[in-house]
């Protein structure tokens, strides 16, 4: 429970540090991905046309929200985690602590701002007549959760791996750029050329934004095989992360 | 937990820091660390420690510096992994390992007493009720609220101290950092350390300040190039230290040749204390002490012979020549002139001390020559200073149960 208890302490003080000395405070958490959201919708409505296909299709805006955010918390997290260690290095090497506690903080930190922000976006389109379905919103945050879980194994990685190799934390930015346009975010999967549509399949990612279109929107199927395959993966690259972060864990402070 | 309960204990322990020069060298230690090998090359800072603290025991940590104190203090409180052996820590720990460790200069005292209070394992309503008694014992007034980083380093030791003072630890374990305080607050720290060690408090103290040391432990550990070299009764351990500091300072003394090529008027054959040769004499408190040296004469005359005493720092405690006594050096033979003094029941206090021996001309004006021996006086006194002065007091004895008890 001392874990926990500090755990809480810094994710406390992290949501507090990026607001610290804002005028807006708390409102920067939902103003960042709604400025996005709206950036991205005028260019992909009014300059690039884009539609999203199928015949009673939503439209483009929740489309898009309803993966942005989520890609949000999921980018965010593991950036602010990969050099988490190495922030704290004073910290970390003058007082005894479970280390994993930080990157986990860390993490939790982000998906908690950005989750209130999915709540919020969701809620404010429902109102603005979007037809989506609330009562799915608490299953579309169960897989925030798993989703959490996926990014906190990469976190465990990158954090740790980041203590010896400095070039992780800025070549991580260009990756998931990378990863951001290779995953159905601005785009539904029918969009792409037949023959590349499975390829979606490798990206652990994928699953997330059209589930959650599935089920918030109803716009493509829920699939249950699609969900435990994602299931199986987030569980398997947190005990993958954690592993690695175990095992460099006490030569941090060699490296620090 | 009995009163003899262990509390820290370290067996074989050891430490070696792995060699990283270029950014190739990281990329071959991960490698390494993933296959779950150990470190390619490693220098090792700390080989085979073995001590065992046991509740209530007060433990002084002396050597020089970079023999490895920090880093045990490092391994006890967990904060380092070893690399070989094994460390056993019963006990919750109050660390006061560096100046501000653990705090996080952007934030204020006030969040920075919230963070130690969580990285101990306190709520937030027992972190809370601490706060009003850290905030008085830190006493650093409105720059509670300011970040630390405005801090200077005294207030800094003051808010660390406070604050581990609050959580009352089971083992206190502390690096130099009494040093920095200003006066009135060492006093008050070395206050708190010695109510806690009354009320059955565990420390483990890493301190360059014998004196601090012989004040707060009563066993000490000599640690010399990562390895022990003198564990024990906290005055034979700092003695043996002081002794053996000296004798490094001995060794570096100047070297004769150039002085004796120039020929002088006078110069010393030999000094020694005791008839100890050159070595360094280690003295009982109250024992006699005798000086002796031979001095050559170039011309024949006679010389006046100064001895002086000086704390190992340097601060004169004695001196007197032959001159001032009214005295001559003997001649042995020829041209050799040998002066002998001695000092009955000496009255100086425990510690480490240099005798020298310098000749002069007859005259008593020029000096030609000095030579240095290591003096360590040993015994238990607590007085302060270098001399026992003869005293008197006009009070009353304790009554005589108390004394059978102390």
Same mark, same amino acid.
């Given at each position: ?11 406390r $003080?992290?949501?507090?540090n990026?607001y610290?000395?804002s005028f ?9 991905p ?7 919708g ?22 898009? /929200? ?5 890609w ?14 190495q922030?704290?290095?004073p ?6 602590m ?9 993490v ?12 919020? %976006?969701?809620?404010a389109?429902?109102a ?11 299953i579309a ?9 996926? /990014? ?6 990158c /954090? ?7 070039d ?12 951001m346009?290779a ?11 037949l ?7 490798f ?7 059209e ?12 699939? =249950? ?12 690259a947190?005990a993958?992360?954690l592993?690695?972060?175990?095992r460099l ?6 490296? =620090? | 937990?009995?009163a003899t ?5 370290? $067996? ?32 090792a800072?700390?080989?085979?420690v ?6 209530g ?17 490092k ?12 460390v ?12 501000g ?12 007493? #919230?963070?130690a209070a969580?990285?101990?394992?306190l ?9 009003p008694? %850290?905030?008085e014992? #830190?006493?650093i007034?409105?720059y509670i609220?300011?970040p630390?980083k ?8 003051r808010?660390?101290?406070? *604050?581990?003072a609050?959580l ?10 009494? #040093? ?6 060492q006093k008050?720290c070395?206050?708190? %350390? ?13 301190s360059?300040?014998?004196y ?15 390895? *022990?070299? /003198? ?6 351990v700092?003695?043996?230290y ?10 570096a #003394?100047?070297d004769?040749?150039?002085l004796?090529a ?23 408190q ?17 010389p006046?012979?100064?001895?002086? %005493?000086?704390?190992a720092?340097?601060?004169?405690v ?23 003094i001695?000092?009955?029941?000496v ?11 310098h000749?002069l001309?007859p005259?008593?004006i020029?000096l030609f ?11 238990q ?23 059978a008890?102390?």
């Amino acid at each position: 429970m001392p874990a926990f208890r500090l755990a809480l302490h810094f994710i406390r $003080r992290d949501i507090r540090n990026r607001y610290l000395g804002s005028f807006s405070g708390g409102l920067w958490a939902l103003a960042q991905p709604l400025i996005q959201l709206a950036v991205y919708g005028f260019v992909f409505v009014y300059v690039f046309n884009a539609k999203v296909p199928g015949a009673n299709a939503p439209g483009y805006v929740p489309f898009l /929200a309803l993966g942005l955010w989520p890609w949000v918390a999921f980018s965010e997290g593991i950036t602010r985690a990969t050099t988490v260690i190495q922030d704290n290095a004073p910290l970390i090497n003058k007082v005894a602590m479970p280390r994993q506690v930080l990157v986990f903080a860390a993490v939790a930190s982000s998906f908690l701002v950005h989750g209130v922000g999915f709540c919020a %976006i969701t809620l404010a389109l429902r109102a603005f007549g979007v037809p989506l379905d609330l009562l799915a919103l608490p299953i579309a945050l169960t897989g925030l959760v798993q989703l959490f879980l996926l /990014a906190l194994g990469l976190a465990f990685m990158c /954090a740790a791996v980041q203590v010896f190799v400095r070039d992780l934390a800025p070549a991580l930015p260009q990756l998931l750029m990378l990863w951001m346009f290779a995953s159905p975010i601005f785009y539904a999967r029918e969009s792409l050329p037949l023959r590349y549509q499975h390829w979606l399949d490798f990206n652990p990612f994928a699953y997330y934004p059209e589930q959650f279109r599935a089920l918030l929107l109803h716009s493509g199927v829920f699939s =249950l095989r699609a969900e435990v395959l994602a299931l199986l993966l987030a569980a398997l690259a947190l005990a993958f992360g954690l592993t690695v972060f175990r095992r460099l864990n006490p030569h941090f402070e060699d490296f =620090l | 937990m009995s009163a003899t309960a262990v509390l820290a204990e370290t $067996r074989g322990l050891g430490k070696s820091y792995p060699l990283v020069f270029r950014s190739r060298d990281r990329l071959r230690a991960l490698w390494h660390l993933l296959a779950g090998r150990g470190h390619a090359d490693s220098v090792a800072v700390l080989k085979d420690v073995n001590i065992c603290v046991r509740r209530g025991e007060s433990l002084g940590l002396i050597g020089e510096n970079g023999a490895g104190k920090s880093t045990l203090l490092k391994l006890l409180t967990g904060v380092l992994t070893p690399s070989s052996g094994s460390v056993t820590v019963n006990a919750r720990v109050g660390a006061l390992l560096e100046l501000g460790a653990g705090f996080h200069p952007e934030y204020s005292g006030r969040d920075n007493i #919230a963070l130690a209070a969580a990285l101990y394992g306190l709520d937030a309503t027992e972190a809370r009720a601490k706060l009003p008694e %850290i905030i008085e014992f #830190a006493d650093i007034g409105r720059y509670i609220d300011e970040p630390v980083k405005h801090y200077s380093s005294g207030m800094v030791v003051r808010l660390g101290f406070a *604050i581990v003072a609050a959580l009352k630890p089971d083992l206190l374990i502390t690096d130099e950092v009494l #040093a920095v305080g200003d006066e009135a607050f060492q006093k008050k720290c070395v206050r708190w %350390i010695e109510d806690y060690l009354e009320a059955g408090g565990t420390l483990i103290l890493v301190s360059h300040s014998m004196y601090h040391v012989q004040k707060l432990c009563r066993q000490a550990c000599w640690i010399k190039h990562g390895e *022990i070299a /003198a564990s024990g009764d906290v005055y034979s351990v700092t003695q043996a230290y002081q002794a053996y500091q000296e004798s490094k300072s001995a060794a570096a #003394a100047p070297d004769r040749r150039e002085l004796l090529a120039q020929n002088p008027e006078f110069h010393l054959l030999d000094f020694s204390l005791n008839e100890s040769g050159a070595a360094p004499l280690v003295l009982a408190q109250g024992a006699t002490l005798r000086a002796r040296a031979r001095v050559q004469s170039r011309d024949g005359r006679v010389p006046v012979v100064v001895f002086g %005493i000086v704390r190992a720092d340097g601060t004169p405690v004695y001196g007197v020549s032959s001159e001032m006594d009214g005295v001559q050096p003997q001649r042995e033979s020829g041209d050799v002139y040998v002066a002998e003094i001695v000092f009955p029941e000496v009255a100086l206090l425990p510690g480490a001390y240099v005798v020298k021996a310098h000749p002069l001309d007859p005259e008593a004006i020029r000096l030609f020559d000095t030579l240095e021996r290591a003096l360590t006086v040993s015994g238990q006194s607590r007085e302060f200073g270098l001399v026992r002065l003869r005293h008197e007091w006009a009070a009353a004895e304790l009554p005589a149960q108390k004394l059978a008890v102390s």
